[in-house]
């Protein structure tokens, strides 16, 4: 099969055709059963993507990032794939995600999808087969089955903890009707891991690989990168209870971070250099910092990695100076370009979790019971402001959909319509991230506010989205949208995402000052508003007011 061409972009000055692309590209992050519902069923669909693609040329972006849309029994939302070269019917046909593709690179955007190389479906062939075969066979030593502990095997193999809450040990019944081993799942127990030590795994992920390469993706986002590769005896670990689910902060954990994973990276990264162009691997690997992740892109590994490290950081200007120049130090270090994200599926969108007054670990989410719960109009407030930061720094920045219509997370979801399972397997002690996940609103006046033609949503949308739809916000200068726009398209005409960053002092200690190519970024953190140079305002998240800067805004000044 032959790739589809990528249209060079005529828009701007910068094309995103060419080699390495993914330095600098602002990548859009579809969620495809929030994004748009073209058949009705209240779940987002390959179609309904291709229909909207026009707003996402106008919104700017150069690449989409889609997360599963692969054959899966949607335990978790599609990271339970049972078949890795299908599309769930949910969602489409192998078709529909050909015209997809062809139409997001007829409009000069690239694609790269979600692969999920640490666990498959328990609905997967392998696992049926495995469950169907003995302890010892080759069908079982494709994934993690051990004998249990006790003197009956009636214990789990050691201590591990789902992430998701809940043992991560389940066991089997054997054949002949016993209670038999058990298999590791670090997430839900529908998701077992696989052994990356076994050749026939790493053989079948090449396979699939190849296979989305040869439909003509630009690359994938490699879920759990840091997951693969579990250390050798599975040694017990009590996590840290106010660590993120994933893990982010936590050092030395052993099945986090294991030295044996970046053979795999290297083993891929000459795979994706048979291809044509320059195809991308992007790491999500949630380590305690940019020094530790930066291993994962290496030269001779992936290309970029999520920088958790940033998006996990206060909305105060001395930690975002440190974690930006710290980041930009480790990520040089190795020739990669750091990427910034402050917003995905997985945390509390950025328009509420930068104004929450209570410690939230990452995936525990938000909901009426929470305490310090944030003030919407001061999450919207900073979160402009982190957002017009974030994209006048260089390297590559993720966005999440929605987000460039300012949602706030979804708080008020009833518990019989979460679907997380994290809220599952804790009982309701964790929310879980179902209220970053409600499906977005396109038109004010039309049902399930243009997301789906019969006006159903698989998640509630609230009644206050109404006034945020896209269509509402196209027009009015002042929206959100119209500052995503407006900041992407200054990005892309000033070469700022392949400049370099000069820091500016004597701003005050509430302030993130700096120099990119031809712009000043002046970023005030504080309660009080701070003093601004001379200079003309080329983008500014929120109002001025006769010279000073107000609390929580972000300012763009032309330096020419
Ligand atoms: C990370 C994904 O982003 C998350 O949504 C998923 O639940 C876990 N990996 C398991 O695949």
Redesign the pocket.
């Known amino acids: 099969m032959t790739s589809p061409q990528i249209a060079e972009r005529t828009d701007a000055q910068t094309v995103t055709a060419g080699r390495e692309w993914w330095r600098t590209a602002v990548i859009y992050q579809i969620y495809p059963r929030s994004f748009s519902d073209s058949s009705g069923d209240g779940i987002g669909d390959l179609p309904g993507i291709t229909s909207r693609l026009d707003d996402l040329r106008d919104l700017g972006v150069d690449a989409i990032w889609l997360s599963p849309f692969q054959r899966s029994p949607q335990k ?2 599609g ?1 339970d794939v049972s078949d890795y070269c299908d599309v769930d019917p949910l969602f489409g046909t192998l078709a529909d995600f050909d015209v997809m593709l062809a139409e997001a690179h007829a409009r000069g955007i690239r694609l790269i999808v979600d692969l ?1 190389p ?2 498959s479906s328990d609905q997967h062939e392998w696992f049926q087969q495995a469950l169907a075969a003995a302890p010892g066979s080759p069908e079982r030593a494709r994934y993690m089955f051990r004998d249990g502990k006790g003197v009956e095997g009636e214990l789990p193999p050691n201590n591990w903890e789902s992430i998701f809450g809940g043992p991560a040990w389940t066991r089997v019944v054997e054949a002949d009707g016993t209670a038999g081993q058990w298999y590791l799942h670090l ?1 839900d127990s529908s ?1 077992p891991d696989f052994d990356w030590s076994n050749e026939e795994v790493r053989e079948e992920f090449r396979r699939i690989l190849r296979f989305w390469l040869d439909r003509g993706v630009d690359g994938f986002r490699v ?2 990168a840091h997951g693969l590769v579990k250390a050798e005896g599975l040694p017990d670990y009590t996590p840290d209870p106010e660590a993120g689910s ?1 893990g982010g902060e936590e050092a030395n954990v052993p099945y986090w971070g294991q030295d044996g994973v970046h053979e795999v990276y290297r083993d891929w990264h000459l795979l994706m250099e048979e291809y044509d162009g320059d195809r991308a691997l992007c790491a ?1 690997a949630w380590l305690p910092t940019p020094e530790k992740t930066a291993l994962w892109v290496r030269p001779d590994e992936m290309h970029q990695a999520f920088n958790f490290s940033y998006l996990e950081t206060a909305w105060d200007a001395a930690a975002l100076r440190s974690v930006i120049a710290g980041s930009i130090a480790a990520y040089s270090a190795v020739g990669a370009p750091s990427t910034w994200v402050l917003s995905n ?2 945390v509390v969108r950025h328009a509420s979790r930068l104004a929450l007054t209570a410690e939230n670990p990452q995936g525990h989410g938000i909901g009426p019971d929470s305490p310090g719960k944030p003030i919407p109009e001061v999450g919207l407030r900073r979160a402009r402001a982190a957002t017009t930061l974030m994209l006048a720094l260089p390297g590559s920045a993720y966005l999440y959909q929605g987000e460039e219509l300012g949602l706030p997370e979804v708080i008020d979801i009833p518990g019989d319509a979460r679907q997380d399972p994290t809220w599952f397997r804790t009982h309701g002690e964790r929310y879980g991230r179902d209220g970053c996940r409600v499906p977005i609103p396109w038109s004010t006046d039309a049902p399930a506010y243009g997301f789906s033609p019969t006006g159903q949503s698989w998640l509630p949308q609230p009644a206050e989205w109404s006034v945020l739809a896209r269509d509402a916000q196209a027009t009015d200068p002042e929206s959100t949208l119209s500052l995503y726009r407006a900041l992407i398209a200054e990005r892309r005409a000033r070469g700022l995402g392949a400049g370099s960053l000069e820091w500016l002092e004597g701003f005050g200690t509430d302030v993130v000052a700096f120099r990119n190519e031809n712009i000043t970024v002046i970023g005030n953190t504080g309660a009080t508003a701070a003093p601004l140079p001379d200079g003309i305002v080329i983008a500014s998240s929120g109002p001025i007011d006769g010279g000073m800067l107000p609390p929580d805004t972000t300012v763009w000044l032309a330096n020419d």
């Open positions: 978790d939302a990271y999920v640490n666990h997430f998701q879920d759990v994933m999500e599926h997985d």
